[in-house]
């Protein structure tokens, strides 16, 4: 484990942090728009909707993201067209993301009280506005620690773009390691690790933070 | 045409190695939790910190990057393990980080009565603990843990990057040698939902029950 070895796996590590902050992001976008008509969709009146957009959501998560990314890159085919990896990556992980989230608001709408609705109501306030002005605010309160702990896990999850060639932190650690085999091969992945753990971190802290400070001002 | 004459079998065949990977994985996980959840509580910094480390690290990096760390490193020091162990205790350290945390918020959620009672009725601390709060906070537990058991099912399919045969790997296979990609990758998808979307309601319906009995 020479010194040289260690600096250029970091340099190669370090060339495939953008990629791994790409594909998160990008999917996370998916993700927290495509989830709001989910979240719709999942707190509808009309039975039916509820029950199949319920079971697509269950059925989304239910279904591994390796899964998800070879059935979009190797199974899809539109014409003579294949999505790349990047795009398929985005699409699956960002389908993935949009069922978390939908879930995820559909639990905060779930916790904002009753009778803001239809205090919202009495007042003459229409569905619209009640929806956007009244309702929305308070949920978006109670489900941004969690948005922001799902994050995380995307960001974990978005490793998994390496195995369809996305050029990502992991899939550049890989390359190293098959053409380090011996003792080396090793070091790329702890420093894959330390770079995860590191760009996390500032993601957990403040997500705890907001925590703390949305309960206070619910409390008050 | 759709050969699910050809598919099924071979998707079978992975699948139990799939439920193999995730029995061993969970059990040896939540032991291996137990213990890290006991010693992130412990008093002794030297018992605590490494623990904390290890559980933080544990659910702070990918499960995927841990099953490389092990498949790679373990022959670095000499340990020679057929892909099937190295995915067991890659999976096994990522189940034990997870659940050593909701073990342990399981077990601070049993109220100090609890063993304030078992101390004035002169029970021993050990026996206070074994008999008293690990049960109850075990309970407490229990839907986390179920919905972790879930997600470390999903999380064997990741074992298909260190060539383990589980259900993943039979699916690349058999879509290379059919070129049916799209159909055998759905149909892959659909065993693993059908396992975990039916075990995800039933963790839910016992979450409920579970609820209902503290009220």
Same mark, same amino acid.
């Given at each position: 484990?020479?010194?040289?070895?260690?600096?250029?796996?970091?340099?190669?590590?370090?060339?495939?942090?953008?990629?791994?902050?790409?594909?998160?992001?990008?999917?996370?976008?998916?993700?927290?728009?495509?989830?709001?008509?989910?979240?719709?969709?999942?707190?509808?009146?009309?039975?039916?909707?509820?029950?199949?957009? *319920?079971?697509?959501?269950?059925?989304?998560?239910?279904?591994?993201?390796?899964?998800?990314?070879?059935?979009?890159?190797?199974?899809? &085919?539109?014409?003579?067209?294949?999505?790349?990896?990047?795009?398929?990556?985005?699409?699956?992980?960002?389908?993935?993301?949009?069922?978390?989230?939908?879930?995820?608001?559909?639990?905060?709408?779930?916790?904002?009280? *009753?009778?803001?609705?239809?205090?919202?109501?009495?007042?003459?306030?229409?569905?619209?506005?009640?929806?956007?002005?009244?309702?929305?605010? &308070?949920?978006?309160?109670?489900?941004?620690?969690?948005?922001?702990?799902?994050?995380?896990?995307?960001?974990?999850?978005?490793?998994?773009?390496?195995?369809?060639?996305?050029?990502?932190?992991?899939?550049?650690?890989?390359?190293?390691? *098959? &053409?380090?085999?011996?003792?080396?091969?090793?070091?790329?992945?702890?420093?894959?690790?330390?770079?995860?753990?590191?760009?996390?971190?500032?993601?957990?802290?403040?997500?705890?933070?907001?925590?703390?400070?949305? *309960?206070?001002?619910?409390?008050? | 045409?759709?050969?699910?004459?050809?598919?099924?079998?071979?998707?079978?065949?992975?699948?139990?190695?799939?439920?193999?990977?995730?029995?061993?994985?969970?059990?040896?996980?939540?032991?291996?939790?137990?213990?890290?959840?006991?010693?992130?509580?412990?008093?002794?910094?030297?018992?605590?910190?490494?623990?904390?480390?290890?559980?933080?690290?544990?659910?702070?990096?990918?499960?995927?990057?841990?099953?490389?760390?092990?498949?790679?490193?373990?022959?670095?020091?000499?340990?020679?393990?057929?892909? +099937?162990?190295?995915?067991?205790?890659?999976?096994?350290?990522?189940?034990?980080?997870?659940?050593?945390?909701?073990?342990?918020?399981?077990?601070?959620?049993?109220?100090?009565?609890?063993?304030?009672?078992?101390?004035?009725?002169?029970? %021993?601390?050990?026996?206070?603990?074994?008999?008293?709060?690990?049960?109850?906070?075990?309970?407490? %537990?229990?839907?986390?843990?179920?919905?972790?058991?879930?997600?470390? +099912?999903?999380?064997?399919?990741?074992?298909?990057?260190?060539?383990?045969?589980?259900?993943? %790997?039979?699916?690349?296979?058999? %879509?290379?040698?059919? +070129?049916?990609?799209?159909?055998?990758?759905?149909?892959?998808?659909?065993?693993?939902?059908?396992?975990?979307?039916?075990?995800?309601?039933?963790?839910?319906?016992?979450?409920?029950?579970?609820?209902?009995?503290?009220?």
């Amino acid at each position: 484990m020479g010194g040289v070895d260690v600096s250029a796996a970091m340099l190669l590590v370090l060339a495939g942090l953008p990629m791994t902050l790409l594909v998160t992001a990008l999917a996370y976008a998916v993700g927290l728009v495509l989830g709001i008509p989910l979240m719709l969709g999942l707190r509808s009146r009309i039975a039916p909707l509820r029950l199949a957009l *319920r079971l697509v959501v269950d059925i989304i998560r239910g279904v591994p993201p390796i899964v998800w990314l070879f059935l979009i890159y190797f199974g899809v &085919q539109l014409g003579t067209i294949r999505f790349d990896s990047l795009s398929a990556a985005v699409i699956g992980l960002g389908v993935i993301s949009s069922a978390y989230l939908a879930e995820i608001y559909r639990g905060a709408f779930a916790t904002v009280a *009753r009778g803001q609705g239809e205090a919202a109501a009495a007042l003459g306030l229409g569905r619209v506005t009640t929806f956007a002005r009244i309702l929305a605010p &308070q949920a978006f309160r109670t489900a941004l620690p969690s948005m922001a702990t799902f994050l995380l896990s995307l960001l974990k999850d978005s490793s998994i773009a390496s195995t369809i060639g996305v050029a990502d932190m992991v899939f550049q650690a890989t390359m190293f390691a *098959r &053409q380090n085999p011996a003792v080396a091969g090793i070091v790329p992945f702890f420093l894959a690790a330390a770079v995860y753990l590191v760009v996390s971190i500032p993601i957990a802290i403040s997500a705890r933070r907001l925590d703390t400070r949305l *309960r206070k001002g619910a409390v008050a | 045409m759709i050969d699910l004459a050809v598919y099924l079998p071979r998707l079978g065949q992975g699948l139990i190695v799939s439920l193999q990977l995730t029995a061993l994985s969970v059990v040896l996980g939540y032991v291996i939790g137990l213990f890290f959840a006991l010693g992130v509580s412990a008093q002794r910094g030297w018992v605590r910190w490494p623990c904390l480390v290890l559980v933080e690290v544990g659910r702070g990096i990918p499960a995927l990057v841990v099953l490389y760390i092990v498949y790679f490193g373990l022959p670095v020091l000499g340990v020679l393990f057929e892909n +099937f162990w190295a995915a067991v205790i890659g999976l096994t350290f990522t189940a034990a980080a997870y659940s050593s945390e909701m073990i342990r918020s399981g077990i601070q959620s049993v109220p100090a009565g609890q063993r304030e009672a078992s101390a004035a009725l002169g029970l %021993s601390r050990t026996t206070t603990f074994v008999r008293v709060v690990l049960p109850q906070g075990m309970r407490a %537990s229990i839907p986390a843990l179920m919905g972790l058991a879930i997600m470390s +099912f999903q999380g064997t399919s990741l074992a298909y990057s260190i060539s383990v045969n589980e259900l993943m %790997s039979q699916a690349y296979q058999v %879509s290379t040698i059919t +070129f049916q990609y799209l159909w055998v990758y759905a149909l892959t998808g659909l065993i693993y939902a059908a396992i975990a979307v039916p075990a995800t309601w039933l963790s839910v319906g016992v979450e409920r029950r579970l609820n209902r009995g503290y009220a």
